[in-house]
């Protein structure tokens, strides 16, 4: 499975990305944010694709100009997310390489992704949520236009052994649709 957007190719992660990935993942500013810690091999980055990133709906984030990965994206289900345990609905995921900050490239991605899963995994409500002080994934979900749902105090991060202040937002095909009329 392959998405194009107008600067972007979503397409499955393959192995021979790991040097690619280890060398935005290995950024003390990219995981830790988002929940996890920065790779430490290009290995560990192999295991990463083979393992965390085989799932159906992840996808390497590529420029069409060289079809590099400089981040991903994904859409979770099943026991891939903690948000929902509902059939017809998904956890957005996403992270991008520091060096493609401000571009607007993951809201692109994201738009496109959010299309599939509602108009072809057949999706009710996508759920998206960031960890207090991750202001980008926050604008992020703020230009898609997700709406607030709850924020939760307590949230356990277990890759980076602690606990967060978590926020949720939501957005339903309903007012997907109506925002990309």
Known sequence: MKIETERLILRKWEESDAESLYK?????AIGPIAGWPPH?????????????????ECYAVCLKE??????????????????????????LGYWIGKDFWGRG??????KALL???FSDLKMTTVWCGYYDGNEKSKRVQEKLGFVYHH????????????????????MTKEHFEELNK
């Open 24 to 28: 935005y993942a290995k950024d003390e």
């Open 40 to 56: 430490k091999s290009v290995e560990e980055s192999l295991e990463i694709i083979r393992t965390v990133f085989s799932s159906d």
């Open 66 to 91: 060289d079809n590099i990965a400089i981040g991903s994206i994904s859409l979770m289900t099943g026991d891939a997310t903690d948000m929902t345990d509902r059939d017809d609905e998904c956890e």
């Open 105 to 110: 490239l993951i809201p692109e991605a994201a």
């Open 115 to 117: 299309e599939r899963a």
């Open 151 to 170: 924020s939760c105090d307590d949230v356990n991060v277990p890759l980076m052994n602690e606990v967060r202040k978590g926020h949720t937002n939501i």
